[in-house]
Structures are given as structure tokens and as C-alpha cells.
């Protein structure tokens, strides 16, 4: 199928119509590589995950670095269910109507990870558009239960943008607040119609801000997907962005289309361009920067945390 309205922005800023396929994916380069998810440590985690009735980013969102995390006995637990209140054409989790809260959830999500001897924990959830505190309160719950069951670990929580919620959320995930906050930009503001429909850039920013200022001493921490459309300039612009808000660290990786179905790649990232970027982000204040091709948000977590 062929697309003649589709158009890419240039350094120069200038803008060119060009025909894309979305029936012809582009071919992916040497430099996209990730380890087929077989073997016995991944047998245990997911059969322990299954039994306890948990969900992962991992397996919903068809993460690339999946048999890598499972095989280190690592997951980015997904609470709240596995339907999202949205539908954004990036992301490869189910969207619909949601189930009601399970309040059992939090305690079998410690149990799980004091059975794993996890140090470092990340959660996450879909949107949850449903709840009057956007979900905020089951964050709160889970953490709860973590730090009972396991006073030691540290615990990262990826949110949703609690669109509407704002005040509510951060008045709740302050007086309970994580080791590390992380919400995602995900892309350029130019694109966020298109990537992030329901969503807006400012309200994220926004949100990454009155955290910080609220809980200065928990990390701020933010993500983007490339290869989407954006130039070097927007997103070096919104790594700006971020660090005028006193997020503090970063993670840039390349989009990968989860099916035909969902966003085409617009083209693939090299090396050499994260490089530059990963640059570009410590010049300006990041404490922490992970930018290549295979990065996701919650990818080697625990160590970048220590770094």
C-alpha cells in the first residue's frame, strides 16, 4: 500500500514528500541483533510469572531483548492488567476495555520477586484512563508489598502520563515515592499525533517537573524511540527539554515494528548516531545516558542504575 502524503524532515529543516510501502518493511541492518528467548532461565521465569498470574512488558510489548533479561532472571513487571485504555500504533499491548483492579496483585508481585532474589525492580502498567487516580494507588500498593517482602530491593516505576490526574497521582506517588521515576517522551512533539495519540509533549514534561520538584532527591529518568520519523536536531532539542525539567537520566534506542499492523520503521539509526547523541546528552548535564540501537527503558535497569 503507498502512502504519497508521507513526508521526512531534513537537518536543513526543509520538507520532502517521499512514497513509502508499508508493505515492504525495511530490511534490518547487521546491527540489530537480540538473543532468541529460549533456555532454562527463561523457562523458570516465565513458568513462575504464569503461575502467578503476572504479566511482563516484556512478553506484552514483544521486547527485543526479552531471551537476554529472562535468561539473567530479570522482567519488567506490567501491573494493572494487560489491556491499555489507549491505542497507540507503536506499542504491541493489547487495548480495550480493562479489567477491574486485582487487589491481590501486589503481594503476588513480591512473592514473585523475592522467588527470583531480584535487587532491582521495574514496574510499569498500561494507561488506565479508567481510574480516578490513573493507577497511581496500585503503584503505591505494589511498592508497599515489595518493601515488606523485600526490604532490600530497589524499585524503579515506569508511569503512564495520569492525563487528567496529574495532582492526584504525584500527591500519592510522592507520599509513597519509588527509588528511581521514569516516564517516557517517546518521541518529538512534531510526531506525538501520529506516535502518541491521547498524549500530549508538554503534559509529560510537565509531569517529569512537579515530580522532580515535589521528590528532589528521586531520580528522574526519561526514554525515546528512533527511528520514527524525527531528525538528530528534535530530538537533541527534547533532550534538552528533559534536562530543563531536572530529569537526570536517559535512554535512547531504536523503534522496532512489532507487526504490519503497527508503525513502519522509518529508517534505522546507526551506531554512530546513538554515539553522537549519548554525546551530545552528558555535554549537557545527563548523569546517566544509555543511547544505542538495542536500548530500551528498562534495559540492564539495575546496572545503569549503579553506573
Known amino acids: 500500500t503507498i502512502n504519497p502524503t508521507k513526508s521526512v524532515t531534513c537537518e536543513s529543516n526543509c520538507v520532502t514528500p517521499i512514497l513509502i510501502c508499508f508493505d515492504m518493511p525495511i530490511s534490518k541492518p547487521h546491527w540489530i541483533r537480540a538473543q532468541a528467548p529460549t533456555g532454562l532461565g527463561i523457562t523458570r521465569v516465565r513458568s513462575l510469572l504464569h503461575r502467578s498470574g503476572l504479566h511482563t512488558v516484556c512478553e506484552e510489548a514483544t521486547c ?8 539473567n532472571g530479570t522482567a519488567t513487571f506490567l501491573i494493572m492488567g494487560d489491556r491499555c485504555t489507549r491505542r497507540c500504533p507503536f506499542c504491541n499491548i493489547a487495548h480495550g476495555l480493562p479489567n477491574l483492579l486485582d487487589p491481590e496483585e501486589p503481594s503476588r508481585l513480591a512473592e514473585a520477586v523475592a522467588a527470583l532474589s531480584l535487587r532491582y525492580v521495574v514496574i510499569t502498567s498500561v494507561n488506565r484512563d479508567d481510574l480516578r487516580d490513573g493507577g497511581a494507588g496500585h503503584f503505591a500498593d505494589c511498592m508497599h508489598a515489595l518493601r515488606k517482602q523485600v526490604p532490600t530491593v530497589q524499585i524503579e516505576i515506569l508511569v503512564p502520563d495520569f492525563r487528567g490526574r496529574l495532582e492526584t497521582a504525584l500527591e500519592i506517588l510522592s507520599q509513597t515515592p519509588p527509588d528511581f521515576f521514569n516516564h517516557n517522551l517517546e518521541t518529538v512533539p512534531r510526531l506525538y499525533r501520529e506516535v502518541r495519540p491521547g498524549a500530549d509533549y508538554q503534559h509529560s514534561l510537565s509531569l517529569l ?36 525539567q531536572g530529569c537526570t537520566r536517559v535512554t535512547l534506542g531504536q523503534y522496532l515494528q512489532p507487526s504490519r499492523a503497527h508503525l513502519p520503521v522509518s529508517r534505522f539509526v546507526t551506531p554512530e548516531e546513538f554515539l553522537e547523541l549519548k ?21 540492564h535497569a539495575e546496572a545503569f542504575s549503579h553506573s
Open 64 to 71: 527485543p531483548n526479552l531471551g537476554e533479561c529472562f535468561s
Open 209 to 244: 517537573r512537579a515530580y522532580t520538584f515535589k521528590n528532589p532527591k528521586v531520580p528522574t529518568k526519561s526514554g525515546l524511540m528512533l527511528g520514527l520519523g524525527e531528525t538528530q536536531n528534535e530530538v537533541r532539542r527534547v533532550l534538552q527539554d528533559l534536562q530543563n
Open 279 to 299: 554525546h551530545f546528552a552528558e555535554q549537557i548535564g545527563f548523569t546517566q545516558v544509555a543511547s544505542a540501537p538495542m536500548v530500551r527503558s528498562s534495559y
